[in-house]
């Protein structure tokens, strides 16, 4: 993403935000200036924040779930965390548009969302298979195909829903495990325009990946929950347009918090090394909301490119210059 591009990312909500909250934002100097639209859905790429915060109930934000738009169809939604569905709805979004959905890992704020749009779609026109990709499955969590078979299957706590997974459906839910072992970035689907990789990340003891979309010479990497230990991502994000990271601790955080997610420090030393062209920060949390100035001056010895904290519907216009 051009400089000139990162000057089109449009901030949705930035006329809903009070007064001082700009002014926090113009100190921060995150970005010299801001446009606003009324949705992502114009020409060319978008990324749009569906919800940028994490689990808690009273921050304000749904939880971690993004979609990425090309020419005015949301094509690819990644993590639909508690919230996003409603998120989903405002951002005039059509489920039939959807290519495929992938999720980082399955904690509740980044899968919760995803039965109701599921049912959801019965009172939509889609009418084609869905694809969703996700983790291998561990003793803590169950793999991505595992995960649907124990919402949607014959047994599963939705089976009332069955039709969705068995074929006698008006589509059908294709869902896909990729492994979180190795530490190589892995090509998961190449198919109408849209190129899909994923890495395994350290998010603890729960099976986690990142992903990376590649559309129409835009590119756009999605941290999902790391600590980083693993030292991949930065593979994965090499020369992306924009990396969206999640910011869910200060720098100073416990070392259990350290085992979950990674401080700024980390996340400025990956947006440097993969010489990313812009950062996104979401998955904002108590913890690290109103320690923006001292995030971004940690991130900054790093990293000096563009840096944005993330809110609830957010767009960034992807497009190159051409
Ligand atoms: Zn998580």
Not at 80 to 86: I, Y
Not at 238 to 262: F, G, K, S
Not at 273 to 291: D, E, N, Y
Request: overall charge neutral; charged content about 20%; aromatic content about 6%.
């Amino acid at each position: 993403m051009t400089s000139n591009n990162v000057h089109k990312a449009c901030f949705q909500l930035t006329m809903k935000l009070k007064p001082l909250a700009i002014l926090l934002l113009l100190i921060l100097a995150v970005h010299t200036t801001h446009t606003m639209a009324s949705s992502c859905s114009g020409q060319g790429v978008w990324l749009q924040v569906l919800g940028s915060g994490g689990p808690e109930i009273d921050d304000g934000r749904a939880s971690s779930g993004y979609l990425v738009w090309q020419d005015g169809r949301a094509r690819v939604l990644v993590d639909m965390g508690s919230g996003s569905l409603s998120r989903f709805e405002q951002s005039k979004a059509a489920l039939n548009d959807l290519d495929i959905i992938l999720l980082t890992h399955l904690h509740v704020d980044h899968s919760n969302d995803l039965p109701a749009l599921i049912k959801g779609s019965f009172f939509t026109r889609r009418d084609r298979d869905l694809p969703i990709y996700g983790p291998t499955g561990n003793h803590l969590m169950p793999s991505m195909t595992a995960f649907i078979e124990g919402l949607f299957g014959a047994t599963g706590a939705f089976r009332y829903l069955k039709d969705y997974v068995d074929g006698s459906g008006r589509y059908r839910i294709v869902s896909g495990n990729v492994a979180t072992g190795p530490k190589s970035v892995s090509g998961v689907l190449e198919k109408d325009g849209i190129k899909v990789s994923a890495i395994s990340v350290d998010h603890g003891p729960i099976p986690a990946l990142a992903w990376r979309l590649d559309i129409d010479g835009s590119s756009v990497v999605f941290s999902g929950d790391i600590s980083n230990k693993k030292n991949s991502l930065w593979r994965l994000a090499q020369q992306a347009d924009v990396l969206v990271a999640h910011h869910a601790i200060a720098e100073h955080a416990n070392p259990v918090a350290r085992n979950l997610h990674m401080p700024p420090s980390e996340i400025g030393k990956i947006a440097g090394r993969a010489g990313v062209k812009a950062l996104v920060l979401s998955h904002r949390m108590k913890r690290t909301l109103g320690k923006e100035t001292e995030s971004l001056a940690i991130i900054r010895e790093h990293y000096q490119g563009p840096v944005t904290f993330a809110d609830d519907l957010q767009c960034f216009d992807l497009l190159q210059d051409k």
